[in-house]
């Protein structure tokens, strides 16, 4: 059974008619009533009485009448919606992020994307980047934005594309930020630190560790909300990315050269292909990204890496 069969049954049952039908279906009569005949061989059964001048549904006909108009509209009902999600008026985009930069650039990206393409839902999973990349080979994330690993080695079954070099930096309390912090001064200077799995605490530690000392914590376990929190009721520093310290209202202080740092990526899945509304928020990434490179609007701390 074809749905060209069943618009073409549709057709003669509304007109009662063979000619006007074949008319109304933009096919030749001798064409139309060749392929009602299929359709009838294939269901065993006639489905009109054909007498001059008179067309009538047969009782298989009237039982076929509302099922074969119901199929039509499923049909005409998934072209649309199928259209729709490759137009981005539908959709849904699953991206992946630490919670410093669900903070930081996350939301103005967002914004744009959701300007653009109001239709398409968003769903926005924190963690870190080991938590992250898991999920992405998972088949649970479309997109996610993840901190590459010092050693520079990526998960074999990720497509990743740097996006910025980021400054971490010292914040603190204080009513008046230093110039310039040096990793040593660090040592014997309790820290508010980050729980196990953060990318920052990982840094922190490596940095402290290559100068000769392990650092002393006054505080550890926090995610980034209690962590600037602590900070800001005086409990002690802490190490965080620029661009959420740029935005925590607190005394900024970066380290002197070679400093701190990590680099922001984006992934997704090599063996699935990214769906539409995945490659379009990809590619607002990107765009504003470059776009605020171009103007100087990059943020603090930050150095676009896309060549």
């Given at each position: 059974m074809q749905l060209q069969q069943l618009r073409y049954f549709l057709a003669v049952a509304e007109t009662r008619h063979f000619t006007r039908a074949a008319e109304a279906a933009h096919v030749a009569q001798p064409s139309l009533s060749q392929q009602i005949?299929?359709?009838e061989r294939e269901l065993g059964a006639e489905l009109f009485h054909r007498t001059r001048g008179n067309i009538a549904l047969t009782d298989a006909g009237d039982a076929l009448l509302p099922l074969a108009r119901r199929i039509l509209a499923d049909t005409e009902s998934a072209r649309l919606a199928v259209q729709e999600t490759v137009q981005l008026r539908r959709g849904r985009v699953r991206l992946g992020a630490p919670p410093s930069l669900c903070t930081s650039l996350v939301p103005d990206v967002l914004r744009v994307f959701r300007d653009r393409y109001p239709g398409v839902?968003?769903?926005?999973?924190?963690?870190?980047?080991?938590?992250?990349?898991?999920?992405?080979?998972a088949g649970e994330l479309d997109l996610a934005l993840i901190i590459t690993p010092p050693s520079g080695?990526?998960?074999?079954?990720?497509?990743?594309?740097?996006?910025l070099h980021e400054e971490l930096v010292l914040v603190s309390a204080e009513r008046r930020a230093r110039r310039k912090a040096r990793v040593t001064e660090l040592r014997g200077r309790p820290l508010v630190m980050f729980r196990?799995?953060?990318?920052?605490?990982?840094?922190?530690l490596a940095a402290c560790r290559a100068a000769?000392?392990?650092?002393?914590?006054a505080v550890e376990g926090g995610e980034m909300d209690a962590v600037l929190g602590f900070v800001r009721a005086g409990i002690g520093p802490a190490v965080v990315p620029g661009m959420v310290a740029a935005r925590s209202g607190l005394a900024v202080t970066p380290f002197a050269g070679p400093g701190l740092g990590r680099t922001i990526a984006v992934a997704h899945g090599h063996e699935v292909p990214l769906t539409r509304a995945a490659e379009a928020l990809r590619g607002t990434l990107l765009a504003h990204l470059e776009e605020a490179a171009r103007d100087g609007e990059l943020p603090p701390g930050t150095r676009l890496l896309l060549s």
């Open positions: 005949r299929s359709l839902a968003l769903v926005v999973r924190e963690g870190g980047s080991r938590d992250l990349v898991r999920s992405l080979a080695e990526q998960a074999p079954a990720l497509a990743v594309t740097e996006l196990e799995g953060y990318d920052v605490r990982e840094a922190t000769g000392f392990e650092p002393e914590f």
